[in-house]
């Protein structure tokens, strides 16, 4: 008797551990490590379109073959051809931009005395003359020309005839 004695304790502590291992919580699994993420690439933002623009206007009776103005004046005869040169520069030295340069020539009670347009492919620093002349000469009085670069005003002077 002693050996079922020693049988039932034993076997129940053999039971009990079956039991205990098949209710044990399982072990939790790990989180996914988290995956790599390679950032977007950065792209630069557009270049600007190079733009030109009008950076100074000269009047005066005369021009050289660069078409600047010889000697700087506001004030003219009746008979003189007045030039007007117009100095225009690209913000990209390299590229040509196209464009409108017009001048618009009035006299003192704002009618027209001539107007001009052209089209041009400007490069770098430029330079274009506008001229006007009138044989039997103009009247004596205050005049103005307006610059426009694309239909859009950027420079005027005013100038008078003696």
Excluded at 31 to 49: K, Q, R
Excluded at 70 to 84: E, G, L, M, S, V
Excluded at 104 to 125: A, I, M, N, P, Y
Aim: aromatic share 6%; glycine share 6%.
């Amino acid at each position: 008797m002693s050996r079922t004695r020693l049988l039932y304790p034993l076997s129940a502590a053999l039971a009990t551990a079956l039991v205990l291992s098949a209710c044990k919580k399982p072990e939790p699994t790990p989180a996914p490590a988290p995956t790599a993420t390679t950032p977007a690439p950065i792209t630069p933002a557009p270049a600007a379109a190079p733009t030109a623009s009008v950076t100074a206007l000269d009047l005066g009776n005369s021009v050289g073959a660069d078409n600047r103005v010889a000697a700087p004046a506001t004030t003219f005869a009746p008979k003189d051809t007045i030039y007007a040169s117009v100095t225009t520069r690209t913000s990209d030295a390299a590229a040509t931009v196209p464009g409108r340069l017009g001048a618009k020539w009035t006299f003192q009670d704002g009618q027209t005395v001539h107007e001009d347009s052209r089209d041009l492919s400007l490069t770098g620093d430029g330079t274009t003359a506008f001229q006007i002349s009138k044989p039997d000469g103009f009247p004596p009085g205050r005049y103005k020309v307006e610059i426009s670069l694309d239909g859009t005003v950027v420079q005027s002077k005013e100038f008078e005839v003696k």
